[in-house]
């Protein structure tokens, strides 16, 4: 079993990456956490990194302007292990994150011409909210779509002569050799 402990409106299980927090109260009390979430913790993005060693360095912060609106800060930055699609071998990609979001209370509407205009996402506020899932989606967003080198190495078929060319291979197939 494992233990919990609550500190203020954070319950914290093993660090950051078992946090869940009243939003609001966060927000509005001005809360901060840190810490570091071991890449192998986030199955959704497991399935696209080559290796899943090393973590993922975390801050979140709370705050309320002088509208009474709340938001969260988030801080990430790590660097990720992806496979270039020019030559397949792997790519490292280094990870910086900076989101602010806009936290909506149950009932209110959504601010639709702000979010453009502000540069923030609303999410909804919660009286329980599990950071591990915010945390992830943020960091697939922040994946390229296409992850490369900036320069490739050859393939080492082709440089050290290995094997046929696959053309040569169907130019005899064509030729019924």
Excluded at 80 to 108: D, H, M, N
Aim: hydrophobic share 45%.
């Amino acid at each position: 079993m494992f233990m919990s402990r609550q500190l203020g409106n954070v319950s914290k299980r093993s660090g950051i990456a078992g946090a869940i927090i009243n939003s609001l109260a966060f927000a509005h009390e001005g809360g901060r956490l840190a810490g570091q979430i071991p890449l192998a913790e986030l199955p959704r993005l497991a399935d696209v990194l080559v290796d899943t060693e090393g973590v993922i360095d975390c801050e979140l912060a709370g705050e309320q302007d002088r509208g009474d609106k709340a938001y969260l800060l988030l801080r990430l930055a790590g660097c990720l292990k992806l496979r270039c699609q020019r030559c397949l071998e792997t790519v490292e990609v280094a990870l910086q994150v900076s989101s602010r979001f806009l936290l909506v209370p149950p009932g209110q509407p959504w601010p639709d011409d702000e979010l453009a205009e502000d540069g923030f996402d609303a999410i909804a506020a919660e009286m329980e909210m599990a950071l591990l899932p915010l945390i992830e989606d943020e960091v697939l967003l922040a994946l390229p779509i296409a992850p490369r080198h900036q320069t490739c190495k050859v393939p080492a078929a082709y440089v050290e002569g290995n094997g046929p060319s696959p053309f040569a291979v169907l130019g005899k197939l064509k030729k019924g050799v």
